[in-house]
């Protein structure tokens, strides 16, 4: 069975940083292209930043140079680190696993069912 964890949200000052991770276990990590999305109340979900099995990076405009995304394929585990945090960037962070991929395909961003999603992790910032 596949699961997906995340864990590092929290509550923080705009201007301030924050690491998220996600650990899996079920599947083969390393062959997995990898992505993070978030949603806002009232918002639909939208990717944040997605990484090639082999560390090649792609990230949305909305976060592009304030977000830094890695992975340990050694840990299962993908990182997203976060700086110079506005209120706007609160919400729910989702880590998936892209289904089918071990890149960063043209759609990544699309929110689609056949990712393994986890069940996020709550960032808040506050002005």
């Known amino acids: 069975r596949v699961q997906v964890v995340e864990s590092g949200g929290g509550l923080v000052q705009a201007g301030g940083s924050l690491r998220l991770s996600c650990t899996t276990s079920?599947?083969?990590?390393?062959?997995?292209?990898m992505a993070w999305f978030r949603q806002a109340p009232g918002k639909e979900r939208e990717g944040v930043s997605c990484i090639t099995w082999s560390g090649v990076t792609y990230y949305a405009h909305s976060m592009e140079g304030r977000a830094t995304v890695s992975r340990d394929n050694d840990k299962n585990t993908l990182y997203l680190q976060m700086a110079s945090l506005k209120p706007e960037d609160t919400a729910m962070y989702y880590c998936a696993a892209l289904r089918g991929y071990a890149g960063c395909p043209s759609s990544w961003s699309d929110a689609t069912d056949d990712n393994y999603w986890g069940q996020g992790t709550q960032v808040t910032v506050s002005s």
């Open positions: 079920g599947l083969s990590f390393a062959a997995y292209g």
